[in-house]
């Protein structure tokens, strides 16, 4: 059974760091792009950073740039993304999925992780 399993969420303070994990069972992630999403309470999901397959293109959207940083561990059939200086408005449910494209988009991937839920919060 292929499927993609979000960790690391959990309540952090503004300007603390959180980790986020996404790892792979029933396939192995290195043929595919990785993308992380997230999604805030009424508001559409949006994509926050992808990572080409093998990992040497990387890209993470503006309104982020700076605070957040994908990686992979293909040995560890794993990616990341690494959360910095967080503000209460990355407050969400990320996601992450793959699939055969390096894109933001959400039409891009195949595969979904049930997501993990993020408050940035005092």
């Known amino acids: 059974q292929l499927q993609l399993v979000e960790s690391g969420g959990g309540l952090v303070h503004p300007g603390g760091s959180l980790r986020l994990s996404c790892a792979a069972s029933g396939f192995t992630l290195d043929w595919y792009a990785i993308g992380w999403f997230r999604q805030a309470p009424g508001k559409g999901r949006e994509g926050v950073a992808c990572i080409s397959s093998g990992g040497k293109n990387t890209h993470v959207v503006d309104a982020v740039k700076g605070r957040f940083t994908i990686s992979r561990d293909d040995a560890q059939n794993t990616a990341y993304l690494q959360i910095d200086n967080a503000k209460p408005e990355d407050t969400a449910v990320y996601y992450c999925?793959?699939?055969?494209?390096?894109?933001?988009?959400?039409?891009?991937?195949?595969?979904w992780g049930q997501g993990t839920q993020v408050t940035v919060s005092s």
């Open positions: 999925a793959a699939g055969e494209h390096f894109s933001t988009m959400t039409q891009a991937y195949d595969y």
